[in-house]
Protein backbone atom coordinates (compact mmCIF):
# COMPACT_ATOMS: atom_id res chain seq x y z
CA UNK A 1 0.00 0.00 0.00
CA UNK A 2 1.83 3.51 -1.19
CA UNK A 3 2.73 5.71 1.78
CA UNK A 4 -0.05 8.49 1.94
CA UNK A 5 1.59 11.89 1.69
CA UNK A 6 -0.65 13.48 4.64
CA UNK A 7 0.75 10.31 6.80
CA UNK A 8 4.30 11.83 6.32
CA UNK A 9 3.14 15.48 6.97
CA UNK A 10 1.40 15.16 10.08
CA UNK A 11 4.51 14.60 11.61
CA UNK A 12 6.83 17.46 13.27
CA UNK A 13 9.21 19.54 10.96
CA UNK A 14 12.20 18.21 12.67
CA UNK A 15 11.47 14.56 12.11
CA UNK A 16 10.20 15.35 8.63
CA UNK A 17 13.57 16.50 7.63
CA UNK A 18 15.37 13.90 9.24
CA UNK A 19 12.95 11.25 6.96
CA UNK A 20 13.42 13.18 3.84
CA UNK A 21 17.22 13.11 4.59
CA UNK A 22 17.02 9.07 4.95
CA UNK A 23 15.16 8.98 1.59
CA UNK A 24 17.38 10.59 -0.18
CA UNK A 25 20.47 8.63 1.05
CA UNK A 26 18.80 5.57 -0.01
CA UNK A 27 18.29 6.27 -3.13
CA UNK A 28 21.69 7.16 -3.81
CA UNK A 29 22.99 4.23 -2.49
CA UNK A 30 21.03 1.99 -4.24
CA UNK A 31 20.92 3.75 -7.43
CA UNK A 32 24.21 3.55 -7.50
CA UNK A 33 24.61 -0.09 -7.45
CA UNK A 34 22.98 0.01 -10.97
CA UNK A 35 25.38 2.71 -12.37
CA UNK A 36 28.27 1.15 -14.38
CA UNK A 37 31.34 0.72 -12.71
CA UNK A 38 34.53 3.16 -13.55
CA UNK A 39 38.17 0.64 -13.77
CA UNK A 40 40.47 2.75 -11.16
CA UNK A 41 43.55 3.42 -13.07
CA UNK A 42 46.42 1.35 -12.96
CA UNK A 43 48.86 3.11 -10.67
CA UNK A 44 51.93 2.62 -12.43
CA UNK A 45 53.02 6.24 -12.19
CA UNK A 46 53.94 5.46 -8.21
CA UNK A 47 57.17 3.10 -10.00
CA UNK A 48 58.86 6.23 -10.03
CA UNK A 49 59.18 9.65 -11.28
CA UNK A 50 60.83 8.10 -13.95
CA UNK A 51 59.56 7.64 -18.08
CA UNK A 52 57.76 4.64 -17.85
CA UNK A 53 57.82 1.48 -20.55
CA UNK A 54 55.42 -0.67 -20.70
CA UNK A 55 55.24 -3.39 -22.09
CA UNK A 56 51.56 -5.34 -22.86
CA UNK A 57 52.19 -8.21 -25.14
CA UNK A 58 49.61 -10.83 -25.88
CA UNK A 59 51.21 -12.70 -28.51
CA UNK A 60 54.25 -15.08 -27.35
CA UNK A 61 58.29 -14.31 -27.89
CA UNK A 62 61.43 -13.39 -26.45
CA UNK A 63 61.88 -9.54 -25.79
CA UNK A 64 65.26 -8.16 -25.02
CA UNK A 65 65.82 -4.83 -23.17
CA UNK A 66 69.52 -3.21 -22.81
CA UNK A 67 70.04 0.42 -21.68
CA UNK A 68 72.26 3.11 -23.02
CA UNK A 69 73.14 6.24 -21.70
CA UNK A 70 73.60 8.19 -24.75
CA UNK A 71 70.44 6.78 -25.64
CA UNK A 72 66.90 9.49 -26.00
CA UNK A 73 64.66 7.58 -27.25
CA UNK A 74 63.84 4.11 -27.92
CA UNK A 75 65.13 2.02 -30.67
CA UNK A 76 63.52 -1.39 -31.94
CA UNK A 77 64.51 -4.36 -34.17
CA UNK A 78 62.57 -5.07 -36.15
CA UNK A 79 61.29 -1.63 -36.94
CA UNK A 80 57.74 -1.21 -35.21
CA UNK A 81 54.51 0.11 -36.57
CA UNK A 82 55.19 -1.67 -39.48
CA UNK A 83 52.42 -3.02 -41.82
CA UNK A 84 53.03 -6.49 -40.99
CA UNK A 85 53.85 -5.63 -37.54
CA UNK A 86 52.58 -7.54 -34.56
CA UNK A 87 53.82 -5.17 -32.11
CA UNK A 88 52.60 -1.70 -31.89
CA UNK A 89 54.35 1.35 -29.84
CA UNK A 90 52.10 3.98 -28.18
CA UNK A 91 52.67 7.29 -26.45
CA UNK A 92 51.08 7.34 -22.89
CA UNK A 93 51.28 10.07 -20.58
CA UNK A 94 53.63 7.96 -18.52
CA UNK A 95 56.15 7.24 -21.51
CA UNK A 96 56.36 4.48 -23.81
CA UNK A 97 53.67 1.65 -24.38
CA UNK A 98 54.36 -1.55 -26.29
CA UNK A 99 51.16 -3.44 -27.19
CA UNK A 100 50.34 -6.83 -29.25
CA UNK A 101 46.69 -8.77 -29.78
CA UNK A 102 46.35 -12.19 -29.78
CA UNK A 103 46.78 -13.18 -33.43
CA UNK A 104 45.69 -17.04 -33.98
CA UNK A 105 46.92 -16.65 -37.43
CA UNK A 106 50.50 -14.88 -36.25
CA UNK A 107 50.47 -15.97 -32.53
CA UNK A 108 54.31 -14.86 -31.85
CA UNK A 109 56.08 -12.00 -32.54
CA UNK A 110 59.23 -14.09 -32.57
CA UNK A 111 61.90 -11.96 -30.55
CA UNK A 112 62.11 -8.81 -30.27
CA UNK A 113 64.83 -6.27 -28.90
CA UNK A 114 64.87 -2.73 -27.40
CA UNK A 115 67.86 -0.33 -26.42
CA UNK A 116 66.06 2.14 -24.41
CA UNK A 117 67.26 5.53 -22.66
CA UNK A 118 68.85 4.21 -19.31
CA UNK A 119 66.52 5.87 -16.81
CA UNK A 120 63.70 4.03 -17.58
CA UNK A 121 61.39 1.99 -15.34
CA UNK A 122 59.06 -0.85 -16.63
CA UNK A 123 55.83 -2.30 -16.06
CA UNK A 124 54.91 -6.32 -17.10
CA UNK A 125 51.53 -7.11 -18.10
CA UNK A 126 51.47 -10.97 -18.71
CA UNK A 127 54.02 -11.45 -21.06
CA UNK A 128 54.42 -14.93 -22.39
CA UNK A 129 58.31 -15.65 -23.38
CA UNK A 130 61.68 -14.85 -22.15
CA UNK A 131 62.82 -11.34 -21.16
CA UNK A 132 66.22 -10.01 -20.44
CA UNK A 133 66.82 -6.40 -19.57
CA UNK A 134 70.18 -4.91 -18.78
CA UNK A 135 71.77 -1.67 -17.69
CA UNK A 136 68.94 0.20 -16.94
CA UNK A 137 68.04 2.52 -13.54
CA UNK A 138 64.60 2.14 -12.53
CA UNK A 139 61.90 -0.28 -11.33
CA UNK A 140 60.67 -3.36 -12.75
CA UNK A 141 57.30 -4.66 -11.76
CA UNK A 142 55.26 -6.86 -13.59
CA UNK A 143 53.82 -10.55 -14.16
CA UNK A 144 54.74 -12.98 -16.89
CA UNK A 145 52.71 -16.14 -17.64
CA UNK A 146 55.61 -18.30 -18.76
CA UNK A 147 59.03 -17.83 -19.40
CA UNK A 148 63.04 -17.02 -18.51
CA UNK A 149 63.56 -14.02 -16.91
CA UNK A 150 67.58 -12.37 -16.41
CA UNK A 151 67.90 -8.93 -14.95
CA UNK A 152 71.35 -7.83 -15.23
CA UNK A 153 73.35 -4.36 -14.00
CA UNK A 154 70.26 -2.72 -12.73
CA UNK A 155 70.01 0.07 -9.83
CA UNK A 156 66.00 -0.58 -9.02
CA UNK A 157 63.81 -2.16 -7.04
CA UNK A 158 62.28 -5.46 -8.55
CA UNK A 159 58.48 -7.08 -7.74
CA UNK A 160 58.24 -9.60 -10.72
CA UNK A 161 56.16 -12.56 -11.00
CA UNK A 162 56.41 -15.66 -13.64
CA UNK A 163 53.93 -18.88 -13.77
CA UNK A 164 56.97 -21.00 -15.15
CA UNK A 165 60.25 -20.33 -15.55
CA UNK A 166 63.83 -19.47 -14.45
CA UNK A 167 64.64 -16.29 -12.96
CA UNK A 168 68.64 -14.76 -12.75
CA UNK A 169 69.46 -11.40 -11.16
CA UNK A 170 72.81 -10.81 -11.28
CA UNK A 171 74.43 -7.09 -9.90
CA UNK A 172 71.29 -5.69 -8.99
CA UNK A 173 71.33 -2.84 -6.52
CA UNK A 174 67.71 -2.76 -4.95
CA UNK A 175 64.75 -4.47 -2.93
CA UNK A 176 62.27 -6.31 -3.57
CA UNK A 177 60.39 -9.84 -4.17
CA UNK A 178 61.13 -12.13 -7.24
CA UNK A 179 58.84 -15.44 -7.60
CA UNK A 180 58.17 -18.37 -10.03
CA UNK A 181 55.68 -21.23 -9.62
CA UNK A 182 57.77 -23.50 -11.46
CA UNK A 183 61.56 -23.02 -11.67
CA UNK A 184 64.81 -21.81 -9.88
CA UNK A 185 65.84 -18.50 -8.83
CA UNK A 186 69.50 -17.65 -8.89
CA UNK A 187 70.02 -13.97 -6.98
CA UNK A 188 73.85 -13.41 -8.27
CA UNK A 189 76.03 -10.64 -6.80
CA UNK A 190 72.66 -9.36 -5.46
CA UNK A 191 71.83 -6.53 -2.95
CA UNK A 192 70.56 -9.11 0.18
CA UNK A 193 67.14 -6.66 0.27
CA UNK A 194 66.11 -8.78 -3.26
CA UNK A 195 64.35 -12.19 -2.14
CA UNK A 196 63.32 -15.09 -3.82
CA UNK A 197 60.29 -17.40 -3.69
CA UNK A 198 59.60 -20.92 -5.77
CA UNK A 199 56.90 -23.41 -5.81
CA UNK A 200 58.99 -25.90 -7.41
CA UNK A 201 62.79 -25.64 -7.50
CA UNK A 202 65.03 -23.82 -5.50
CA UNK A 203 66.31 -20.62 -4.96
CA UNK A 204 70.39 -20.47 -4.46
CA UNK A 205 71.97 -16.53 -3.99
CA UNK A 206 75.61 -16.39 -4.90
CA UNK A 207 77.98 -13.94 -3.78
CA UNK A 208 81.63 -13.76 -5.79
CA UNK A 209 84.25 -11.26 -5.34
CA UNK A 210 82.16 -8.97 -7.55
CA UNK A 211 79.95 -8.21 -5.19
CA UNK A 212 82.45 -6.61 -3.26
CA UNK A 213 83.99 -4.03 -5.62
CA UNK A 214 80.73 -1.80 -5.26
CA UNK A 215 80.67 -2.26 -1.24
CA UNK A 216 82.65 -1.13 1.79
CA UNK A 217 84.90 -3.99 2.23
CA UNK A 218 83.13 -5.10 5.88
CA UNK A 219 81.80 -8.83 6.69
CA UNK A 220 79.10 -10.29 4.73
CA UNK A 221 76.02 -10.79 6.79
CA UNK A 222 73.27 -13.28 5.26
CA UNK A 223 70.32 -14.64 7.49
CA UNK A 224 67.88 -15.96 4.68
CA UNK A 225 65.51 -19.10 4.90
CA UNK A 226 65.21 -21.27 2.17
CA UNK A 227 67.74 -20.49 -0.01
CA UNK A 228 71.35 -22.19 -1.11
CA UNK A 229 73.86 -19.77 -0.39
CA UNK A 230 77.31 -19.94 -2.42
CA UNK A 231 79.90 -17.30 -0.63
CA UNK A 232 82.81 -15.96 -1.48
CA UNK A 233 83.92 -13.84 2.08
CA UNK A 234 87.46 -12.24 1.83
CA UNK A 235 86.30 -10.04 4.54
CA UNK A 236 84.71 -12.51 6.91
CA UNK A 237 80.74 -13.19 7.22
CA UNK A 238 77.89 -14.75 9.09
CA UNK A 239 76.25 -16.55 7.40
CA UNK A 240 72.58 -18.66 8.16
CA UNK A 241 70.18 -20.61 6.19
CA UNK A 242 67.30 -23.16 7.08
CA UNK A 243 66.25 -26.23 5.13
CA UNK A 244 68.61 -25.86 2.88
CA UNK A 245 72.97 -26.27 1.69
CA UNK A 246 75.79 -23.41 2.60
CA UNK A 247 78.99 -23.76 0.50
CA UNK A 248 81.94 -21.05 1.26
CA UNK A 249 84.35 -21.43 -1.66
CA UNK A 250 86.74 -19.14 0.73
CA UNK A 251 86.65 -17.05 3.91
CA UNK A 252 89.22 -15.50 5.48
CA UNK A 253 89.15 -13.48 8.49
CA UNK A 254 86.38 -14.82 11.04
CA UNK A 255 83.72 -16.63 9.41
CA UNK A 256 80.30 -18.18 11.60
CA UNK A 257 77.66 -20.24 9.41
CA UNK A 258 74.86 -21.88 10.65
CA UNK A 259 72.43 -24.54 9.13
CA UNK A 260 69.43 -25.93 9.95
CA UNK A 261 68.27 -29.04 7.87
CA UNK A 262 71.39 -28.46 5.35
CA UNK A 263 75.07 -29.44 4.78
CA UNK A 264 78.33 -27.02 5.26
CA UNK A 265 80.99 -27.19 2.92
CA UNK A 266 83.79 -24.59 3.73
CA UNK A 267 87.10 -23.33 3.10
CA UNK A 268 89.05 -20.69 5.51
CA UNK A 269 92.20 -19.48 6.71
CA UNK A 270 90.90 -17.30 9.23
CA UNK A 271 88.63 -18.57 12.12
CA UNK A 272 85.92 -20.76 11.94
CA UNK A 273 82.73 -21.73 13.85
CA UNK A 274 80.15 -23.49 12.16
CA UNK A 275 77.01 -25.62 13.01
CA UNK A 276 74.92 -27.82 11.43
CA UNK A 277 71.72 -29.43 12.41
CA UNK A 278 70.94 -32.36 10.67
CA UNK A 279 73.56 -31.84 8.25
CA UNK A 280 77.23 -32.93 7.79
CA UNK A 281 80.09 -30.53 7.49
CA UNK A 282 83.28 -30.91 5.25
CA UNK A 283 85.71 -28.02 6.01
CA UNK A 284 89.10 -27.04 4.66
CA UNK A 285 91.46 -25.60 6.41
CA UNK A 286 93.61 -23.15 4.18
CA UNK A 287 95.65 -21.39 6.08
CA UNK A 288 99.15 -21.86 8.64
CA UNK A 289 98.09 -23.90 12.11
CA UNK A 290 101.85 -23.44 13.15
CA UNK A 291 101.55 -19.87 15.19
CA UNK A 292 98.48 -18.83 14.53
CA UNK A 293 95.99 -18.56 17.58
CA UNK A 294 92.66 -18.97 15.70
CA UNK A 295 90.39 -21.09 16.90
CA UNK A 296 88.29 -23.63 14.91
CA UNK A 297 84.83 -24.81 15.82
CA UNK A 298 82.89 -27.41 14.14
CA UNK A 299 78.96 -29.02 15.33
CA UNK A 300 76.95 -31.54 13.61
CA UNK A 301 74.17 -32.59 14.81
CA UNK A 302 73.05 -35.81 12.79
CA UNK A 303 75.64 -35.65 10.79
CA UNK A 304 79.66 -36.40 10.15
CA UNK A 305 82.29 -34.20 10.57
CA UNK A 306 85.18 -33.96 8.30
CA UNK A 307 88.44 -31.47 8.51
CA UNK A 308 91.13 -31.03 6.34
CA UNK A 309 94.05 -29.28 8.12
CA UNK A 310 97.86 -29.13 7.15
CA UNK A 311 100.01 -31.68 7.61
CA UNK A 312 102.54 -29.65 10.15
CA UNK A 313 100.36 -27.95 12.66
CA UNK A 314 100.53 -26.96 16.20
CA UNK A 315 96.82 -27.26 17.89
CA UNK A 316 94.81 -28.61 20.77
CA UNK A 317 92.42 -30.57 19.88
CA UNK A 318 89.00 -31.18 21.98
CA UNK A 319 86.42 -33.87 20.23
CA UNK A 320 83.50 -35.00 21.93
CA UNK A 321 81.86 -37.20 19.47
CA UNK A 322 78.20 -38.43 21.01
CA UNK A 323 76.07 -42.04 19.85
CA UNK A 324 72.69 -41.72 21.85
CA UNK A 325 70.31 -44.91 21.91
CA UNK A 326 68.24 -43.90 19.26
CA UNK A 327 70.96 -44.34 16.72
CA UNK A 328 72.35 -47.86 16.66
CA UNK A 329 75.09 -47.26 13.80
CA UNK A 330 79.50 -47.59 15.26
CA UNK A 331 80.15 -44.11 14.33
CA UNK A 332 84.06 -43.90 14.28
CA UNK A 333 86.73 -41.10 15.11
CA UNK A 334 88.87 -41.89 12.11
CA UNK A 335 92.21 -39.71 12.47
CA UNK A 336 95.67 -38.83 10.47
CA UNK A 337 96.66 -37.13 13.34
CA UNK A 338 98.02 -39.16 16.43
CA UNK A 339 95.34 -38.48 18.97
CA UNK A 340 96.10 -41.20 21.15
CA UNK A 341 93.18 -43.00 22.95
CA UNK A 342 89.41 -42.57 20.80
CA UNK A 343 87.89 -45.56 22.19
CA UNK A 344 83.93 -44.78 22.94
CA UNK A 345 82.88 -45.35 26.55
CA UNK A 346 78.89 -45.72 27.70
CA UNK A 347 77.79 -43.48 29.26
CA UNK A 348 74.58 -44.36 32.16
CA UNK A 349 71.81 -42.91 33.53
CA UNK A 350 70.84 -42.50 36.87
CA UNK A 351 69.51 -46.23 36.45
CA UNK A 352 72.41 -47.25 35.57
CA UNK A 353 71.05 -47.94 32.35
CA UNK A 354 73.62 -47.16 29.45
CA UNK A 355 71.86 -43.79 27.98
CA UNK A 356 74.55 -43.19 24.93
CA UNK A 357 78.16 -43.93 23.91
CA UNK A 358 80.83 -41.02 24.03
CA UNK A 359 84.19 -40.72 22.74
CA UNK A 360 86.31 -38.11 24.08
CA UNK A 361 89.61 -36.55 23.16
CA UNK A 362 91.93 -33.92 24.31
CA UNK A 363 95.07 -33.78 22.46
CA UNK A 364 98.18 -31.35 22.25
CA UNK A 365 100.32 -31.20 19.09
CA UNK A 366 103.20 -29.01 19.22
CA UNK A 367 102.80 -25.82 21.07
CA UNK A 368 98.89 -26.40 20.73
CA UNK A 369 98.63 -22.63 20.11
CA UNK A 370 95.51 -22.68 17.66
CA UNK A 371 92.27 -24.79 19.27
CA UNK A 372 90.22 -27.13 17.53
CA UNK A 373 86.95 -28.25 19.01
CA UNK A 374 84.79 -30.49 17.09
CA UNK A 375 81.94 -32.54 18.56
CA UNK A 376 79.40 -35.07 16.55
CA UNK A 377 76.27 -35.92 17.98
CA UNK A 378 75.13 -39.51 15.89
CA UNK A 379 77.56 -39.10 13.24
CA UNK A 380 81.37 -39.56 12.25
CA UNK A 381 84.55 -38.00 12.83
CA UNK A 382 86.96 -37.70 10.40
CA UNK A 383 90.15 -35.81 10.24
CA UNK A 384 92.90 -35.76 7.29
CA UNK A 385 96.12 -34.01 6.13
CA UNK A 386 95.23 -31.81 3.31
CA UNK A 387 97.16 -32.12 0.29
CA UNK A 388 99.59 -29.20 -0.04
Known amino acids: MPFPLYTFMVYPLPYRCFLSILLLLSVAFFSSLF ?3 KAAPMRSDTLSKKKLLELNLS ?7 TGNTLATKFSFQPPMNGKDSLVHVRTTEQGTALISREDKKYPSHQSLRIEAPKNQDLLLHKMNGALRVSGLQGHIKGVMEGGNISIENLAGNVEIFTAKGDIHLKEVEGAGNIATRAGNILLEDADPRLYGFTYAGKVTRKVTSNYY ?11 VQGEELIIEAPYGAWLSTTN ?11 LVAQVLEGNIALKAEGSVKATSSKGSILATYTGNLQSTTEQIELVAEGGDITLYLPATLSATFMIDQQQTNQHKGNYILESEFDLGDSSAKAVKNTSNEIAYYQTQVYKKIGTGTCLIKL ?3 NGNIYLKKRAM
Open 35 to 37: LPL
Open 59 to 65: TTGDVSI
Open 213 to 223: KKRTKKPLFLA
Open 244 to 254: ANLEILQAKDS
Open 375 to 377: RAI
